[in-house]
């Protein structure tokens, strides 16, 4: 079982830098969204205990933030 867990931070982790190495062209806002989803989704996924919807709804909300953080910012 903790192989599985191993291959499976390993590939979330890869797919991460894949995504993030996209971003180059995108604006503040858009990058400050991006940073709050992916926090807020390890921030969800800890307090639910790895819950699909804590997940989501960590997500969800963390882009929220991130979206009006960015929006101030120029």
């Known amino acids: 079982m903790k192989a599985k867990n191993k291959v499976t ?3 979330a982790t890869s797919v991460l830098i894949v995504c ?3 971003c180059s ?3 503040t806002r858009d990058k400050n969204t ?9 921030a969800g996924a800890v307090l ?3 819950s699909g ?3 989501a ?3 969800a909300v963390g882009g929220v933030i991130g979206n ?3 929006k101030h910012k120029k």
């Not at 991006?34 to 390890?42: F, L, M, P």
């Open 57 to 59: 709804g960590g997500a």
């Open 48 to 50: 639910t205990g790895g």
């Open 20 to 22: 993030l190495s996209g």
């Open 34 to 42: 991006i940073t709050g989803a992916g926090i807020g989704a390890v």
């Open 25 to 27: 062209s995108m604006s």
């Open 53 to 55: 919807i804590g997940t």
């Open 68 to 70: 009006q953080i960015g």
């Open 9 to 11: 931070q390993v590939i």
